[in-house]
């Protein structure tokens, strides 16, 4: 369904701010000081406080708050000035929020349900706006998520942390974005050992020989929400995903402008060239030129497909990290899929999945997607961005995590009010965009875009900066400055470092309206569920050469046009029957189109390849290691042969013979159990390099199964290699890249050796 365009109004109507329309949907509009949704009403008589009469979906646990009222000193804080009272009170409440957020310990707290430092969510509040705001305790939340190796923490994650999550490089961007607000030397050489420790793991642990980053999505992190159901955390670990990628790809330039500036030309030009290197990876296998946007992850076993799902963050921050080009920049604002309630985390949802990350709008992301829309000049983008992270500020009288993307409710599986990363966003909505506030190491840059419907004088006073502290006055519309003044001198647009006392800026933008751009407006779409398949035999298709398992079958799905059928990654025919001749060896898997054209995730991938089983040498059945996290409830069960090999700290190398017959491309995965912890959380993943020859090949990831699960079995990604004929010598080894986030546990038991001739 598409809905109604944003009403852009002539100047002529800002005489009367109270009642122009700002930005409309068929789900809302913002009014004058109002929200307006259906029958529900949000406004503010006066700028520090917020009246709603919203009630939220009947039963639904949180509570809402139908009214605030600022009861915070903000003296010290910059201060928003505008004729418009709603924006002047969504934009104290993040600033009363945010005071809220700092705890006794100096630190910023996650949410109001949620105590602690978390790397993730406060480096991406720190890069929005905490920086600036919050500095000192930016700092000291940075440096709590400093392991004792000098490494960054990724927190407790899918399967016990990294590698399996990998998104902890946000933390290099938001360390290197508080350099640039302090201009701190001695924090600059701090970080840079840091980054660069953590970065020398990664590239060592998770970047394929083609320069790609493997694992998880960064913050969405719950799996069963954003990835089919039969993919377990080791599968989460060999995929490559659009968001964590491009933060590499921007950790890496964090590093190289480090280097450079503390003099290390060498490593400079070597991190240079890695995000290069990246940078060209990202676009040559995640871009998908059919559908104007990035695709959210590729996923697989020995032969990966793409997601072809968008996803906000990750578009988002490849515009903002110039991964996309100008022209593909353009056409991501244009065609990302947008409901009347604002740009989901990622589109199509799955329909089976109740809302969290699925089906659903995080407004700090929402913020992330503004400043994108605001780089890219899409200005309808920009102000239907800006609503729907206003939207619910006011609505909720709080900073909501995330909302119900069909209703716009905050009826999700989990949420919080007084959420860091959405009041960050809140902030810089208002400092980065509408003001164009941006830090360079040695100046304040101003790059100021109001859209029209916004345009409107207004201040921003007690701004501080270095040994400077600034008001700021903006007035107009557009996102060109026809004149920029500091104390009434006419200057360019920008302040330098060591810029002192206090100053009067005065920016005029130009009134210029920019070439119309589009936005993709949609009704939210629900995929088709996931075909589970299975390779069976059928003596029809028997004969010789031909693989036992020679038959692909599939549960047959409601409201399924058609079923595509791939092989190896690639797609070899369309169906409208539950079956299909898999006669040649091959990976097999099967995705359900509906009647509008919308892909499922495609099913489990499953071979009739050949295939060599090499037992462990030996083998125990009980488990000796200091290591073991929780022990077993029952004797363990389900190995092969006489037992497993356990592996720890201090266990040897385990080193096995294969005999190789033919000579072709071989994947090489492993048996393993893993019982230390729960699938979701905590961090205790076993990892391993797999070594042939006595050269390393790749890593394998044996993440947690379970509490104490030591029955549950599982596959660790697999290894590709080359192998000639003849008699090869597989290693299981740990090397000091392997250690884990725990820095305690990294063990688990390995049954056997797969090994499968995947390729010539």
């Not at 509408?434 to 345009?455: C, K, R, S, W, Y």
Request: with cysteine.
């Amino acid at each position: 369904m598409k809905h109604a365009l944003l009403s852009l109004l002539g100047a002529a109507a800002f005489a009367a701010p109270l009642s122009a329309q700002i930005v409309s949907t068929p789900a809302y509009k913002w009014q004058g000081d109002s929200i307006i949704q259906g029958k529900y009403k949000a406004y503010s008589p006066d700028g520090i406080s917020l009246i709603s009469d919203y009630s939220a979906q009947p039963g639904y646990f949180m509570p809402i708050e139908k009214e605030w009222h600022l009861s915070r000193d903000l003296a010290g804080l910059p201060r928003l000035h505008t004729p418009n009272k709603l924006h002047e009170a969504v934009y104290n409440l993040g600033l009363e929020e945010m005071l809220n957020a700092v705890e006794p310990d100096t630190t910023l707290r996650t949410g109001k349900e949620w105590a602690g430092v978390w790397t993730r969510d406060v480096s991406y509040s720190i890069i929005l706006s905490m920086a600036w705001l919050q500095p000192e305790a930016s700092e000291i939340s940075l440096r709590r998520k400093v392991s004792p190796t000098g490494r960054i923490i990724q927190d407790t994650g899918s399967g016990g942390a990294w590698p399996v999550s990998s998104d902890r490089m946000i933390w290099a961007i938001a360390a290197y974005e508080l350099y640039k607000v302090t201009g701190s030397r001695e924090w600059l050489e701090y970080i840079y050992p840091i980054i660069a420790n953590s970065m020398e793991d990664d590239l060592k642990v998770l970047y394929t020989d083609g320069g790609m980053v493997r694992g998880e999505t960064s913050f969405i992190d719950w799996r069963e929400q954003s990835y089919p159901r039969w993919m377990q955390t080791a599968d989460i670990f060999r995929s490559q995903s659009l968001s964590t990628s491009v933060v590499h790809s921007q950790a890496l330039q964090v590093l190289s402008d480090i280097a450079a500036e503390l003099g290390y030309k060498e490593a400079s030009s070597r991190y240079g060239t890695l995000r290069d290197s990246l940078v060209g990876q990202i676009n040559a296998q995640l871009w998908m030129p059919s559908k104007g946007y990035y695709a959210m992850y590729d996923y697989g076993r020995n032969f990966p497909i793409l997601n072809p799902r968008a996803e906000c963050l990750g578009e988002s921050l490849a515009i903002l990290y110039n991964v996309a080009t100008p022209e593909q920049a353009a056409s991501i604002t244009e065609n990302y899929p947008t409901t009347p309630f604002g740009a989901p985390v990622f589109f199509p949802q799955i329909a089976d999945m109740p809302p969290y990350h699925n089906n659903a709008l995080w407004p700090w992301v929402a913020s992330y997607w503004a400043l994108a829309n605001a780089k890219t000049g899409n200005e309808l983008g920009l102000i239907e961005a800006i609503g729907s992270v206003f939207r619910p500020a006011a609505l909720f009288t709080t900073n909501k995590e995330n909302l119900v993307i069909d209703n716009g409710d905050i009826a999700t599986e989990l949420n919080s009010s007084n959420m860091l990363w959405c009041l960050a966003g809140n902030l810089a909505i208002t400092q980065r965009i509408l003001f164009g506030i941006t830090f360079t190491p040695d100046a304040l840059e101003f790059h100021p875009f109001v859209p029209q419907t916004m345009a409107a004088d207004r201040s921003l006073t007690d701004f501080r900066y270095r040994g400077a502290t600034l008001d700021i006055h903006v007035s107009g519309y557009g996102n060109v400055i026809k004149e920029f003044k500091l104390d009434g001198r006419s200057r360019s647009a920008e302040l330098p470092g060591d810029i002192k006392g206090h100053h009067k800026v005065e920016i005029v933008l130009a009134d210029n309206t920019p070439e119309p751009m589009k936005v993709n407006h949609t009704a939210n779409v629900k995929a088709p569920l996931t075909p589970i398949a299975r390779l069976s035999h059928s003596p029809e298709l028997a004969g010789e050469g031909v693989p036992a398992n020679n038959l692909l079958q599939w549960n047959p799905i409601e409201y399924i046009h058609h079923y595509v059928v791939l092989r190896n990654g690639e797609r070899v025919g369309t169906t409208r029957r539950t079956s299909w001749d898999a006669t040649m060896p091959g990976e097999w898997q099967v995705i359900g189109v509906s009647d509008a054209g919308v892909e499922s995730f495609a099913s489990e991938p499953l071979d009739n390849f050949e295939t060599i089983v090499l037992e462990m040498p030996a083998e125990n059945a009980s488990m000796l290691s200091p290591e073991v996290s929780y022990q077993p409830s029952e004797p363990i069960e389900g190995f092969h042969g006489a037992g497993f090999v356990e592996l720890d700290h201090t266990s040897v190398p385990v080193v096995t013979d294969v005999d190789i017959q033919t000579p072709g491309t071989y994947s090489i995965s492993l048996v393993y159990a893993n019982g230390n912890g729960p699938v979701n959380t905590e961090n205790k993943c076993a990892i391993r390099t797999i070594e042939v020859d006595g050269v390393p090949a790749g890593t394998v990831v044996m993440p947690h199964r379970g509490v104490a699960n030591w029955n549950d079995w599982g596959m660790t990604n697999s290894v590709a290699v080359p192998l000639a004929p003849g008699t090869h010598r597989i290693g299981i080894t740990f090397r000091p890249e392997n250690e884990n986030m725990n820095l305690n546990t990294n063990h688990a038991l390995v049954d056997r050796v797969i090994i499968k001739k995947i390729g010539k």
